[in-house]
């Protein structure tokens, strides 16, 4: 079974940047897609980008075009780097790893979780 660990949380103003990270052990993900996910405080989580076996990324209409997904497969490591930072983007960021080889946008489409990491961004 794959464990999921997050970092590159922390404390940015508004129009700053954070890079997360995502590393995977216990499997390679290189044969399936990864993605992640966001949950703030009285909301349910939601989807944000994911990045199929074959590269392929999808993103939220929320953070398209400030977000990137990308994937080192020597590191077995995922990143979500995200630009132009908004407090409404402050959430619990969660990786996961998806049922298939293309993920969809649905908590139900993924199966391994990481135990999240906290984004704040100040106004």
């Known amino acids: 079974q794959v464990q999921l660990v997050e970092s590159g949380g922390g404390l940015v103003q508004a129009g700053g940047s954070l890079r997360l990270s995502c590393a995977a052990a216990?499997?390679?993900?290189?044969?399936?897609?990864m993605g992640w996910f966001r949950q703030a405080p009285g909301k349910e989580r939601e989807f944000v980008a994911a990045?199929?076996?074959?590269?392929?990324?999808n993103y939220a209409d929320s953070v398209k075009g400030r977000f990137t997904i990308s994937r080192d497969i020597a590191k077995n490591t995922v990143y979500l780097q995200m630009n132009s930072l908004k407090p409404e983007d402050t959430a619990v960021y969660y990786c996961?790893?998806?049922?298939?080889?293309?993920?969809?946008?649905?908590?139900?489409?993924?199966?391994?979780w990481g135990q999240g990491t906290q984004v704040t961004v100040s106004s």
């Open positions: 216990g499997r390679t993900f290189s044969s399936y897609g």
């Open positions: 996961a790893t998806a049922k298939s080889v293309v993920p969809g946008t649905f908590i139900s489409d993924f199966r391994s």
């Open positions: 990045i199929s076996s074959g590269g392929s990324k």
